[in-house]
Nanobody, 115 residues
Framework: QVQLVESGGGLVQAGGSLRLSCAASGSIFSINTMGWYRQAPGKQRELVAAITSGGSTAYADSVKGRFTISRDNAKNTVYLRMNSLKPEDTAVYYC?????????WGQGTQVTVSS
């Protein structure tokens, strides 16, 4: 089992910034991918950004140039730095861990961007 604990969500004005953190614990494989997904009301959950244990990253087109994903493998923690936030970024953000055999989700953290 892997446990994921997210933090850093909140309310911010458009144009502002937030940083999300997700700390993983438990049976963590050294080779894994961690990422952030989001789900807005009435919409499907979508990938925001992901990063492998080797440091390769991927981003949704809608956040490229504004969001940066990073990780600290020693702390089993992944971060999402969100700049130039827009009202359409409002959603519950979920941390995800996957290692090819197992996948786990965090409980989610709310990000609300006011216009």
């Amino acid at each position: 089992q892997v446990q994921l604990v997210e933090s850093g969500g909140g309310l911010v004005q458009a144009g502002g910034s937030l940083r999300l953190s997700c700390a993983a614990s438990g049976s963590i494989f050294s080779i894994n991918t961690m990422g952030w997904y989001r789900q807005a009301p009435g919409k499907q959950r979508e990938l925001v950004a992901a990063i492998t244990s080797g440091g390769s990253t991927a981003y949704a087109d809608s956040v490229k140039g504004r969001f940066t994903i990073s990780r600290d493998n020693a702390k089993n923690t992944v971060y999402l730095r969100m700049n130039s936030l827009k009202p359409e970024d409002t959603a519950v953000y979920y941390c995800n861990y996957g290692d090819g055999r197992r996948g786990y989700w965090g409980q989610g953290t709310q990000v609300t961007v006011s216009s």
